[in-house]
Nanobody
Framework: QVQLVESGGGLVQPGGSLRLSCAASQSIFLFNAMGWYRQAPGKQRELVATITTSTSTNYADFVKGRFTISRDNAKNTVYLQMNSLKPEDTAVYLC?????????WGKGTLVTVSS
């Protein structure tokens, strides 16, 4: 079972930026797709962005043009660059990795956007 560890969350003002990292305990070439979900208090978990082994990307409409997902295969790490953050982006951001079968999840990192 792969271990996924997120980092980079924190408190940021509206309009600010953060970069989240998701470090995997094994080669990310093993996974067809990796990405990020988020879950705000009292809300359903929602997909934010995904990236495949061929570096094809997909974004939720609410982050298009503001967030960028990328991967560093040598470091077994996936990133989420978040710009122009809004208060409604406040959530726990969770990394996932999917090969065949159920995805693996990290424990999440909290992002709070507030003045």
């Amino acid at each position: 079972q792969v271990q996924l560890v997120e980092s980079g969350g924190g408190l940021v003002q509206p309009g600010g930026s953060l970069r989240l990292s998701c470090a995997a305990s094994q080669s990310i070439f093993l996974f067809n797709a990796m990405g990020w979900y988020r879950q705000a208090p009292g809300k359903q978990r929602e997909l934010v962005a995904t990236i495949t082994t061929s570096t094809s990307t997909n974004y939720a409409d609410f982050v298009k043009g503001r967030f960028t997902i990328s991967r560093d295969n040598a470091k077994n790490t996936v990133y989420l660059q978040m710009n122009s953050l809004k208060p409604e982006d406040t959530a726990v951001y969770l990394c996932y990795a999917r090969a065949y079968g159920p995805p693996s999840w990290g424990k999440g990192t909290l992002v709070t956007v507030s003045s």
